[in-house]
């Protein structure tokens, strides 16, 4: 994904009047301008993505604070909407029997049998997907899997 689109897309919302849409958009690319800045170059589409996620996960965060102390409804539902428009421009996460798969190999490949072996497992398995995986989940399976 690449900041181009996202002005594409800030464009379409501001025609649209989506003010969800558009509030989120315009957040992420402060975010990337913000990072430009700093580093004093363009982003790749890598760090794009991940400054996708980066405002996601805050995003939500903000959310479940939200809930958590009751901010009314309104609020929560624009929140809602906004982590699913971020969703919508992420790349989809390894999930179910393809991430078994991969947990599988990666253990296998790596030689990976004991414990102490989690977090090179967990970072392999986050390598091989491109870090588009839950990886909350990843360390669940494979501290089953390990002994």
């Known amino acids: 994904m690449d900041k181009h689109l996202i002005a594409t897309e800030i464009t379409k919302a501001m025609r649209t009047r989506d003010k969800p849409r558009l509030a989120i958009?315009?957040?992420?690319?402060?975010?990337?301008?913000?990072?430009?800045?700093?580093t004093k170059r363009e982003l790749t589409d890598?760090?794009?993505v991940a400054t996708f996620k980066k405002v996601l996960k805050?995003?939500?965060e903000t959310l479940e604070g939200s809930i958590r102390v009751g901010t009314n409804a309104e609020r929560i539902a624009l929140l809602q909407e906004q982590v699913e428009i971020l969703n919508g421009y992420l790349p989809t996460q390894v999930?179910?029997?393809?991430l078994l798969a991969i947990i599988d190999r990666v253990l296998a490949e790596?030689?990976?049998t004991e414990k102490r072996?989690?977090?090179?497992a967990i970072g392999l398995v986050v390598a091989e997907t491109g870090g588009n995986?839950?990886?909350a989940e990843v360390a669940r399976i494979i501290?089953?899997?390990l002994d």
């Open 143 to 145: 501290g089953g899997r």
């Open 25 to 38: 958009l315009r957040l992420v690319k402060n975010e990337i301008d913000i990072r430009e800045k700093d």
């Open 95 to 98: 999930a179910g029997d393809e």
């Open 117 to 120: 072996d989690m977090g090179k």
């Open 133 to 135: 995986c839950d990886k």
């Open 46 to 48: 890598e760090e794009v």
């Open 110 to 112: 790596g030689g990976c």
């Open 58 to 60: 805050q995003t939500g």
